[in-house]
């Protein structure tokens, strides 16, 4: 699968290790509303994950990962990312289409997200602030090292009392509208079945031995 492709963008690659780092140390500054505490709990879920020395025994690593996984899942609306994702091609997909389509997207985003969590740490967060407009909400954070100062920020949708991320920016680049230009320049070239051919390629490779 070339570069520009599904799952191996730059974007991506930036998003999901700045997002470990905020998993791998200690917050330096916190708005006290709710979407940051909820951000900040799953925040915590996935440092005590990371930091359990009995999950780092090479017998233990798928247990380690699926753990890290369903930490991710417990915040992350990988349904309303898939739609974001997909925008008007959504409204064309059967329920059993839609529900394939988020499986996919979501085995691709978690295990991007968990290999790169094991295998990062050093950088600092900052959280900077919090913003709410009825049932949204943006958390603003930075990453700090000496040699970066990345910007990286939360969208949270509030689904029944619960804040649930459905996009992440990174440097000012969105995840979802990413990978909205990725998939429908696949489906304006091909087709849409095309596209889900290849999230099943990269599912199948993912979930391997």
Not at 4 to 33: D, H, M, N, Q, Y
Not at 84 to 89: F, H, M, T
Request: proline fraction near 3%; hydrophobic fraction near 40%; charged fraction near 35%.
């Amino acid at each position: 699968m070339r570069a520009r492709e599904i799952g191996v963008t730059r974007c991506l690659a930036w998003v999901v290790v700045s997002t470990a780092a905020v998993a791998l140390v200690p917050l330096a500054r916190a708005a006290p509303g709710a979407p940051t505490a909820a951000v900040k709990r799953t925040i915590d879920d996935v440092l005590s994950i990371v930091s359990d020395e009995t999950l780092k025994q090479p017998a233990r690593h798928e247990r380690r990962r699926e753990l890290l996984e369903q930490a991710v899942a417990a915040r992350f609306d990988y349904e309303e990312m898939a739609r974001r994702a997909l925008a008007g091609q959504w409204v064309k997909l059967t329920d059993a289409e839609r529900r394939e389509f988020v499986s996919l997207f979501k085995t691709l985003l978690s295990n991007t997200y968990a290999k790169k969590i094991e295998g990062y740490s050093g950088e600092q967060v900052e959280y900077l602030k919090e913003r709410t407009e009825g049932s949204y909400a943006e958390v603003r954070t930075r990453i700090v090292s000496d040699k970066v100062r990345l910007p990286l920020d939360y969208r949270l949708l509030d689904k029944m009392g619960d804040w649930r991320v459905y996009d992440v920016v990174i440097d000012g680049v969105s995840l979802v509208r990413n990978y909205r230009g990725q998939f429908d320049e696949i489906i304006r070239t091909s087709s849409y079945g095309e596209l889900v051919n290849k999230l099943r390629k990269k599912s199948e490779e993912i979930k391997a031995p």
